[in-house]
């Protein structure tokens, strides 16, 4: 199941890529990350982005959450993702799927605990003119 659901992700970011094509800068979410636009289409009311976001050593994504789902693959690196009770709810591997729910309910952080930069490919499936994320305040945790 694990397997299947990291094909349909992996083949999901790839499809995207393919047919929106073309590449932009974005502006870095906090110190050092990175993001890069790799494409985005708008179908109805519904906008799909693909963007690769990096993340150096001992930074972090900062606490938010997103109005639509977002799925990702971790393309180098490990993605150790907390929740808003301050507990881990899964690291992330080089080729590991994640997915994060809508909500302001899912408030999370994205942390790169590693030596290395983490890169994600990651596709935001958002209400049409929604940003990527809404930041939200640290929910007590001893870590940004």
């Known amino acids: 199941m694990r397997t299947a659901f990291r094909t349909a992700v992996t083949g999901s970011v790839a499809v995207v890529a393919l047919l929106l094509g073309g590449t932009a800068k974005a ?3 906090g110190p050092g990350v990175t993001a890069t636009l790799i ?3 708008t179908i109805g ?22 109005d639509g789902p977002l799925y990702g693959v971790v393309k180098q690196g490990t993605l ?20 994060e729910p809508a909500g302001s309910g899912n408030v999370h952080i994205g ?4 030596d290395t930069p983490l890169v994600l490919d990651v596709l935001y499936v958002l209400p049409h003119g929604a940003p990527f994320s809404e930041d939200a305040p640290n929910p007590g945790c001893p870590f940004e």
Do not use: M
């Open 45 to 66: 009311d519904t906008d799909y982005t693909l963007r690769e976001i990096t993340i150096p050593p001992g930074q972090s994504t900062g606490w938010h959450y997103h």
């Open 27 to 29: 502006t870095p979410a």
């Open 39 to 41: 494409g985005r289409t």
């Open 80 to 99: 150790s993702h907390f929740d808003s009770s301050c507990a881990s709810d899964g690291v992330y591997r080089k080729g590991s799927p994640i997915q």
């Open 111 to 114: 942390r790169n605990l590693g």
